[in-house]
C-alpha cells in the first residue's frame, strides 16, 4: 500500500487501554506501508507506555506536546466522544492532518466549529467510517455503480443487538458520547449513505425507545432508534439501531441491508452467513460467503490507508468533513 | 353514529375472540369435526388468481359452493372479452355450482349461508349490505371496502342483523406467523417492545396490468397500500393494541402511471400502539423477479424473535388453514383467527392516516372518540 516515497508520520491519540485505537488502529496500522507510526499519546500513562514499548514508539501524557512535535504529520484521535472537538480544532491549529474515530463530534455546535477549523487551517480531515470499507459494502456498492439493480430508489440498514450494561463512570453516557445513537448510529447512517451513494439526507421522522433491564444501566437515551431519510435524489431510506435484547444475553449481533433499484435488488444480512445475494433480471447471484474482517481485508487498515492517499494527493477522503457533518445530523435529528 | 376514522380504530379493538391455535385445531379428530356443511353463493368471478376465495374455501371438505355470478353486466362483459364468451359458465361448472347472470338470484336462494363477495372495493359496501339483508355472511378480499368508515359501518350492520362479516388476510394462516403470534400471546418472549416487518411484493410491474382512474377510483390506492393492508392486519393482530400515531413515506419508483395518477408502490409505516410497541413497516411492490421478500424482527423484554422468508417456510397451506377458519366461523360462531370487518376497518384506517401522513409529511396522531360507541 505504498502511496509516496515517505509514509504518512501518524499519532495516535487515545491509546492507554483497550479500545478501538489499541484494538484496531494499531494493529492495522502495522500493515500499512503508507502510514508511519511515530508516537502515542494518553493520559493513562501505564496503560499508553505498555502500549509503546509494544509498538516500538515513544509516547505522551499530553497530546499538545504531540501537536507541537513537528516530526507528526498527522494524528488519529480515539479518545473519548467529547473531547473531539478540542482535539480537534486544536491539532488543525497546528497544521495537522487529522483522522477521528467517529463520533467526530456530538453536537451540531460542535461540528460547526470543527468544519470551520479544518477549511481555516486547509487540513485534511477524515471520520473513521470502517463499515463502509468492509468487502461486503465495496462489493454491494460496486454492484449498484455497476448499473445492475438499475437507479436505487430505497435502502435500509437494520443493527439488532444485546443490550449491555454500562459501568458507573463509562464514556457512553449521555454527557461523553451523546448517546448511543450518536455514538453508534453514525456507522449505520453512513453506511446506509455509502450503500445508496449519497452524502447527504433529510430525516423526515424517528422514532425511540428505552429497553433497560435496571435503571441504572441505562445510558440516559434510548437504545431503540429508528430513523426514516429522504435523500436528494428522491430515494428513500430506514436505519434502525436496536440495542434493546434483554434475553438472551448472547444474542448475536445482527445486520440487515435490502438496497431496492428499479431492475432488482440486494440483500444482505450476518444471519445468511454473509454473502451478497443479487436478484437480477430473473436470475439469483450468490458471491462466496465472506468474513465481514479478515487479515487480508481490515476495513481499518483500508480506510487509514485511504487517509494517508487523500493528505498525499490533496484529495477529499470519502469520508470528509461535509460528508461526517451530514451523518451526525442525521444522528442527532433522529434522537432530538 | 358519526361516521370517521376514529370511530373505526375504537370499535375495531372490540371483538372479543377466542384466541386457539389453527395447528391445534387441524389435530381434532375427523369424528369430532362439526358436521355442518357451508353453503356459498359467490358474486364476482372475474379473472383472478389465488385470492378467489371460493377457490380456497372450496378445498374445505365442509363446503359446498352452489351459486356464483357476476356483480354487474360490466364485470361480466370484461370477464368474457378476457377469457372468452363461455368463461364464467365454465367456472361454475369447475366449482360444480350453477351460474347466474344476476347476482340477485344467487341472494334469493335460501339454501345459501355465505356470499364470498369479490367486487371492488369501491361496490363492496353497497353489495355487502345486499348480502346480509338476503340473510347472508359475507366474505371479502382485502381492502374490505374501500373507505375504513364503511368497513366499520359495515361490521356493525352485519352485527345488528345477526351475520357475519369476514375478510380473507392469508398472513394470519401461515404456520411461522401463527408460531410468532402465539409465542407472543402466551408471554415467551414477554413485552413487545419493537417490531420490523418487512412485506414486500414482487415481479411488478405486474404484466398486462395498467393503473387508470377508474381503478384508483375503485381501489383506492396502489401497491403499497394493496401488500400494506395484509402487513399491517398482521401487525394489528399481533400487538392487539390500538395505534396511536402512524407516520409514513409512501413513494412511486416502479410503474410510470402511478406517478401520474399520483399512487404510490412502495412505502414505509410506522406505528406507534398505545401498550408502548413500537412497529415498523417496509412494503409495497418492487420488479425483482423472485419470490416475495419478507421478514420479522420481534424484540421483547424476554427473547426476540428472527423470521426470514416467512411466505416459503410452511408445512402446510395456508390457504386450506384459512379456508377452514371461515367455516368454523360461519358455522360454529368460533372466529378462531379470521379477520372480522372491525379489524379490518382497523387496518383500513391506518393505512388511510398513513397516506394522509405521506401526503403532508407529518405524523397523524390517532386521536379516538371515546364517547361516540
Given at each position: 500500500?505504498s502511496?509516496?516515497s515517505?509514509?504518512?508520520r501518524?499519532a495516535v491519540i487515545?491509546a492507554?487501554?483497550?479500545?478501538?485505537?489499541t484494538?484496531?488502529h494499531l494493529p492495522?496500522?502495522?500493515?500499512?506501508?503508507?502510514?508511519k507510526?511515530?508516537a502515542?499519546?494518553d493520559?493513562?500513562e501505564d496503560?499508553?507506555?505498555?502500549?509503546a514499548?509494544?509498538y516500538?514508539?515513544p509516547?505522551?501524557?499530553?497530546?499538545e506536546?504531540?501537536?507541537?512535535?513537528?516530526e507528526i504529520d498527522?494524528?488519529?484521535i480515539c479518545?473519548?466522544?467529547?473531547?473531539?472537538c478540542e482535539?480537534?480544532?486544536?491539532?488543525?491549529?497546528?497544521g495537522?492532518?487529522v483522522f477521528?474515530?467517529k463520533p467526530?463530534?456530538?453536537?451540531?455546535?460542535?461540528?460547526a466549529?470543527?468544519?470551520d477549523?479544518?477549511k481555516a487551517?486547509?487540513?485534511?480531515?477524515?471520520?473513521?467510517?470502517?463499515?463502509?470499507f468492509?468487502?461486503m459494502?465495496?462489493?454491494?456498492?460496486e454492484?449498484?455503480t455497476?448499473?445492475?439493480?438499475?437507479n436505487v430508489v430505497?435502502?435500509?440498514?437494520?443493527?439488532?443487538?444485546?443490550?449491555f450494561?454500562?459501568?458507573?463512570?463509562?464514556?457512553?453516557?449521555k454527557?461523553?458520547?451523546?448517546?448511543?445513537f450518536?455514538?453508534?448510529?453514525?456507522?449505520?447512517v453512513?453506511?446506509?449513505?455509502?450503500?445508496?451513494?449519497?452524502t447527504k439526507?433529510?430525516?423526515?421522522?424517528s422514532?425511540t425507545?428505552?429497553?433497560?433491564?435496571d435503571?441504572n444501566?441505562?445510558?440516559?437515551?434510548?437504545?431503540?432508534?429508528?430513523?426514516?431519510?429522504k435523500?436528494?435524489?428522491?430515494?428513500?431510506?430506514?436505519?434502525?439501531?436496536?440495542?434493546?435484547?434483554?434475553?438472551?444475553?448472547?444474542?448475536p449481533?445482527?445486520e440487515?441491508?435490502?438496497?431496492?433499484g428499479t431492475?432488482?435488488v440486494?440483500?444482505?444480512?450476518?444471519?445468511?452467513?454473509?454473502?451478497?445475494?443479487k436478484y437480477?433480471?430473473g436470475?439469483v447471484f450468490?458471491?462466496?460467503?465472506?468474513p465481514?474482517?479478515?487479515?487480508?481485508d481490515?476495513?481499518?487498515?483500508?480506510?487509514?490507508n485511504?487517509?494517508?492517499?487523500?493528505v498525499?494527493?490533496?484529495k477529499?477522503p470519502?469520508?470528509d468533513?461535509?460528508l461526517?457533518?451530514?451523518?451526525?445530523?442525521?444522528?442527532?435529528r433522529?434522537i432530538? | 353514529?358519526k361516521?370517521?376514522?376514529?370511530n373505526v380504530?375504537?370499535?375495531?379493538?372490540?371483538?372479543?375472540?377466542?384466541i386457539?391455535?389453527?395447528?391445534s385445531?387441524?389435530?381434532?379428530?375427523?369424528?369430532?369435526?362439526?358436521?355442518q356443511?357451508?353453503?356459498?353463493g359467490?358474486i364476482g368471478v372475474g379473472?383472478?388468481?389465488?385470492?378467489?376465495?371460493?377457490?380456497?374455501?372450496?378445498?374445505?371438505?365442509?363446503?359446498k359452493?352452489?351459486?356464483v355470478?357476476?356483480?354487474?353486466?360490466?364485470?361480466?362483459?370484461?370477464?368474457e372479452?378476457?377469457?372468452?364468451k363461455?368463461?364464467?359458465?365454465?367456472?361454475?361448472?369447475?366449482?360444480s355450482?350453477e351460474?347466474?347472470s344476476?347476482?340477485?338470484?344467487?341472494?334469493?336462494?335460501?339454501d345459501?349461508?355465505?356470499i364470498?363477495l369479490?367486487c371492488e372495493?369501491?361496490k363492496?359496501?353497497?353489495?355487502?349490505k345486499?348480502c346480509?339483508d338476503?340473510?347472508?355472511?359475507v366474505l371479502r378480499?382485502k381492502?374490505a371496502t374501500k373507505?375504513?368508515?364503511?368497513s366499520?359501518e359495515?361490521?356493525?350492520?352485519?352485527?345488528?342483523?345477526?351475520?357475519?362479516?369476514?375478510v380473507?388476510?392469508?398472513?394470519?394462516?401461515?404456520?411461522?406467523?401463527?408460531?410468532?403470534?402465539?409465542?407472543?400471546?402466551?408471554?415467551?418472549?414477554g413485552d413487545?417492545?419493537?417490531?420490523?416487518?418487512?412485506y414486500?411484493?414482487?415481479?411488478?410491474?405486474?404484466q398486462?396490468?395498467?393503473a387508470?382512474?377508474?381503478?384508483?377510483?375503485?381501489f383506492g390506492?396502489?401497491?403499497?397500500?394493496s401488500?400494506?393492508y395484509?402487513?399491517?392486519?398482521?401487525l394489528?393482530?399481533?400487538?392487539?393494541s390500538k395505534?396511536?400515531?402512524?407516520?409514513?413515506?409512501?413513494?412511486?419508483y416502479?410503474y410510470?402511471?402511478?406517478?401520474?395518477l399520483s399512487?404510490?408502490?412502495f412505502?414505509?409505516?410506522?406505528i406507534?400502539y398505545?401498550?408502548?410497541?413500537?412497529?415498523?413497516?417496509?412494503?409495497?411492490?418492487?420488479?425483482a423477479?423472485?419470490?416475495?421478500?419478507?421478514?420479522?424482527?420481534?424484540?421483547?423484554t424476554?427473547?426476540?424473535i428472527?423470521?426470514?422468508?416467512?411466505?416459503?417456510?410452511f408445512?402446510?397451506d395456508?390457504l386450506?388453514?384459512?379456508?377452514?377458519?371461515?367455516?368454523?366461523?360461519?358455522?360454529?360462531k368460533?372466529?378462531?383467527?379470521?379477520?372480522?370487518?372491525y379489524?379490518a376497518a382497523?387496518?383500513?384506517?391506518i393505512?388511510?392516516?398513513?397516506?394522509?401522513?405521506?401526503?403532508?409529511?407529518?405524523e397523524?396522531?390517532v386521536?379516538?372518540?371515546?364517547?361516540?360507541?
Amino acid at each position: 500500500m505504498s502511496l509516496c516515497s515517505k509514509p504518512l508520520r501518524l499519532a495516535v491519540i487515545g491509546a492507554g487501554r483497550l479500545n478501538i485505537a489499541t484494538g484496531s488502529h494499531l494493529p492495522a496500522i502495522k500493515k500499512l506501508s503508507s502510514v508511519k507510526l511515530v508516537a502515542l499519546c494518553d493520559i493513562r500513562e501505564d496503560g499508553v507506555k505498555e502500549q509503546a514499548l509494544q509498538y516500538g514508539v515513544p509516547y505522551y501524557t499530553d497530546y499538545e506536546e504531540v501537536l507541537e512535535n513537528k516530526e507528526i504529520d498527522a494524528v488519529d484521535i480515539c479518545t473519548p466522544d467529547h473531547v473531539h472537538c478540542e482535539q480537534i480544532i486544536k491539532a488543525a491549529k497546528y497544521g495537522k492532518h487529522v483522522f477521528c474515530e467517529k463520533p467526530f463530534a456530538i453536537s451540531m455546535q460542535e461540528a460547526a466549529a470543527i468544519k470551520d477549523a479544518i477549511k481555516a487551517n486547509n487540513v485534511t480531515f477524515m471520520s473513521g467510517h470502517h463499515m463502509r470499507f468492509t468487502t461486503m459494502c465495496r462489493n454491494i456498492r460496486e454492484a449498484i455503480t455497476e448499473g445492475t439493480i438499475g437507479n436505487v430508489v430505497f435502502g435500509k440498514v437494520i443493527y439488532k443487538g444485546a443490550f449491555f450494561p454500562y459501568e458507573k463512570n463509562s464514556l457512553y453516557y449521555k454527557k461523553a458520547s451523546g448517546g448511543q445513537f450518536v455514538h453508534n448510529g453514525p456507522h449505520y447512517v453512513d453506511k446506509l449513505f455509502y450503500l445508496m451513494g449519497q452524502t447527504k439526507a433529510e430525516t423526515t421522522f424517528s422514532r425511540t425507545k428505552s429497553v433497560y433491564a435496571d435503571k441504572n444501566d441505562s445510558m440516559e437515551t434510548a437504545n431503540f432508534t429508528s430513523v426514516m431519510l429522504k435523500f436528494p435524489n428522491g430515494a428513500t431510506g430506514y436505519v434502525e439501531q436496536n440495542l434493546t435484547i434483554l434475553n438472551p444475553r448472547g444474542y448475536p449481533t445482527k445486520e440487515d441491508i435490502l438496497i431496492v433499484g428499479t431492475k432488482g435488488v440486494i440483500q444482505w444480512n450476518t444471519l445468511d452467513n454473509a454473502p451478497v445475494v443479487k436478484y437480477l433480471n430473473g436470475k439469483v447471484f450468490i458471491s462466496d460467503p465472506r468474513p465481514m474482517m479478515d487479515v487480508s481485508d481490515d476495513p481499518y487498515a483500508s480506510e487509514l490507508n485511504h487517509f494517508a492517499e487523500c493528505v498525499f494527493k490533496g484529495k477529499s477522503p470519502e469520508t470528509d468533513i461535509e460528508l461526517s457533518y451530514n451523518v451526525l445530523d442525521v444522528c442527532l435529528r433522529a434522537i432530538a | 353514529m358519526k361516521k370517521s376514522v376514529e370511530n373505526v380504530m375504537m370499535a375495531a379493538t372490540l371483538p372479543n375472540k377466542n384466541i386457539v391455535s389453527v395447528a391445534s385445531k387441524f389435530k381434532i379428530k375427523k369424528e369430532q369435526q362439526i358436521p355442518q356443511i357451508l353453503r356459498v353463493g359467490v358474486i364476482g368471478v372475474g379473472l383472478r388468481g389465488n385470492h378467489s376465495y371460493e377457490q380456497t374455501l372450496n378445498k374445505d371438505p365442509q363446503v359446498k359452493i352452489l351459486a356464483v355470478s357476476h356483480y354487474d353486466s360490466a364485470s361480466e362483459v370484461l370477464a368474457e372479452n378476457r377469457a372468452g364468451k363461455e368463461y364464467h359458465k365454465q367456472y361454475a361448472k369447475e366449482l360444480s355450482a350453477e351460474y347466474y347472470s344476476d347476482y340477485r338470484s344467487v341472494l334469493s336462494r335460501e339454501d345459501i349461508d355465505l356470499i364470498v363477495l369479490m367486487c371492488e372495493p369501491s361496490k363492496a359496501f353497497k353489495l355487502g349490505k345486499e348480502c346480509i339483508d338476503a340473510g347472508k355472511h359475507v366474505l371479502r378480499d382485502k381492502p374490505a371496502t374501500k373507505n375504513p368508515e364503511d368497513s366499520f359501518e359495515l361490521a356493525e350492520y352485519a352485527k345488528q342483523k345477526g351475520k357475519m362479516f369476514l375478510v380473507a388476510l392469508p398472513l394470519r394462516f401461515y404456520p411461522v406467523l401463527q408460531d410468532v403470534r402465539n409465542s407472543i400471546r402466551s408471554g415467551q418472549i414477554g413485552d413487545v417492545t419493537t417490531i420490523n416487518m418487512g412485506y414486500i411484493w414482487t415481479n411488478g410491474p405486474l404484466q398486462g396490468f395498467t393503473a387508470s382512474q377508474d381503478y384508483v377510483d375503485a381501489f383506492g390506492g396502489g401497491d403499497a397500500l394493496s401488500a400494506g393492508y395484509h402487513a399491517v392486519d398482521y401487525l394489528n393482530w399481533i400487538v392487539n393494541s390500538k395505534p396511536v400515531s402512524v407516520y409514513a413515506h409512501m413513494d412511486t419508483y416502479f410503474y410510470k402511471e402511478y406517478k401520474e395518477l399520483s399512487i404510490e408502490d412502495f412505502g414505509q409505516i410506522s406505528i406507534q400502539y398505545e401498550n408502548g410497541v413500537i412497529a415498523n413497516l417496509i412494503t409495497g411492490r418492487c420488479t425483482a423477479k423472485r419470490a416475495g421478500i419478507n421478514w420479522l424482527d420481534i424484540s421483547g423484554t424476554a427473547g426476540t424473535i428472527d423470521v426470514r422468508d416467512f411466505r416459503s417456510n410452511f408445512e402446510s397451506d395456508p390457504l386450506v388453514r384459512l379456508g377452514h377458519s371461515i367455516v368454523e366461523a360461519a358455522i360454529s360462531k368460533n372466529y378462531n383467527d379470521i379477520a372480522t370487518g372491525y379489524e379490518a376497518a382497523m387496518t383500513g384506517a391506518i393505512l388511510k392516516y398513513a397516506l394522509r401522513s405521506s401526503q403532508t409529511f407529518s405524523e397523524q396522531k390517532v386521536s379516538i372518540d371515546w364517547s361516540v360507541k
